[in-house]
């Protein structure tokens, strides 16, 4: 009953919320060459891609994907070009509000397991890009099978709560103004939503800011290793030079030392393995920047 009160209330809550400020005008037509790499630092054929196609050389973005967590079952949906079954439908505007403000085309709030409070501070060309590139992959004629969530968290209005708390668009970490650091910045509060899996979790399960990417226990998912610190706080990134750090972040092959490597972060590497080097050097040079937290 209590359960069922608190969720009753929030919903009220959650109704009365303010809606954000509209859009301003949509971007000008993106490019689809540069929207592959956004595609790559974003990670999204790693939730998007159909189970067993090859996510790496052409990627079809069917959906299906199951991602358990402590709430329920996710399932990646089709973001494939497909007018019905996918988002081909869409106009750049409604992508450009699923990505920055987490509402869909009919005003729903979706669910963080899409990391739109990382990807909401992804420049708006950046976003046209990525567009651009998605209409050129195959459109995939796959159904939406539902989450399969516990109850409260099968009420989307909840979300409204849960987003005027944690939807913070500015930039989280204070890294000081050099070129590559403001570069990594970008790469890892905003596509790459490193936070997602490095930043432990606040009640409510949305990131604790202030101790960003600290590291965070075991994750939910099939391997269940925990996500290292990876501030100056680990003597790995306090000793390390740039070049060790921007090998960490390599697939496992190209990589002489032994290491846990764990699925979800080597599907990150090789994501990353998309982006030139200077990229990874970057994000190396914002890890050592960031504040030490333990
Ligand atoms: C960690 C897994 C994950 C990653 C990475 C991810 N998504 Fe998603 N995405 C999801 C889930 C789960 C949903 C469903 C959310 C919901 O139903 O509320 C979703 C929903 C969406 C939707 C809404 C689809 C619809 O039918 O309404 C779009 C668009 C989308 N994602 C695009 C992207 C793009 C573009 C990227 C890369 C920049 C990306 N996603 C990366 C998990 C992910
Ligand atoms: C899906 C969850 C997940 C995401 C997203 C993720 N990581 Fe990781 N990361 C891990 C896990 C788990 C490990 C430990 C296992 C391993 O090293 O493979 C790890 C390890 C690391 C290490 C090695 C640290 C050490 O002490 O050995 C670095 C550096 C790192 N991640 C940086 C990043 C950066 C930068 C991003 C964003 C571009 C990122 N991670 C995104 C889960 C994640």
């Known amino acids: 009953m209590r359960v069922r009160i608190t969720a009753l209330a929030l919903a009220l809550l959650a109704a009365c919320a303010p809606e954000p400020a509209p859009l301003s ?3 000008a037509p993106g490019d689809p060459t540069r929207g592959e790499a956004v595609f ?8 998007h891609a159909t189970p067993g196609s090859d996510a790496a050389a052409n990627p079809r973005l069917g959906g299906g994907r199951e991602l358990v967590s402590r709430y329920g079952t996710f399932v990646a949906p089709n973001i494939s070009p497909h007018p019905t079954h996918g988002i081909g439908a ?16 009919q005003g729903e709030h979706y669910y963080p397991a899409f990391p739109y409070t990382s990807y909401a501070r992804m420049r708006a060309g950046d976003i046209a890009d990525l567009w651009a590139y998605l209409q050129t992959l195959p459109p995939e004629a796959r159904d939406n099978p539902p989450h399969d969530l ?3 968290y099968d009420n989307r209005r909840l979300l409204g709560v849960w987003k005027q708390r944690f939807l913070r668009p500015g930039a989280v970490a204070g890294a000081g103004d050099d070129a590559d650091v403001a570069r990594g910045q970008y790469l890892v509060e905003g596509p790459g939503h490193c936070g997602t899996c490095h930043t432990p979790r606040a009640a409510l399960g949305g990131p604790d800011y202030r101790r960003w990417l600290a590291g965070a226990e ?9 996500a290292p610190n990876i501030t100056p706080a680990s003597p790995l990134i306090a000793e390390a030079g740039l070049d060790e750090i921007a090998a960490l972040l390599e697939p496992a092959e190209t990589h002489a030392q032994s ?3 764990g699925e979800g972060m080597e599907a990150v590497r090789r994501n990353l393995a998309h982006l030139p080097a200077s990229d990874r050097r970057a994000i190396a040079a914002y890890l050592k920047a960031i504040p030490a937290r333990e």
Do not use: K, N
């Open 90 to 105: 869409w106009t750049d505007r409604q992508f450009m509000a699923a990505m920055t403000r987490g509402v869909s085309p």
């Open 25 to 27: 005008d949509a971007p």
């Open 218 to 226: 075991a994750l939910e998912g099939p391997d269940g290793l925990p």
């Open 259 to 261: 290491h846990r490597w």
């Open 150 to 152: 516990r109850f409260p």
């Open 40 to 47: 790559r630092a974003g990670g999204c054929g790693t939730c």
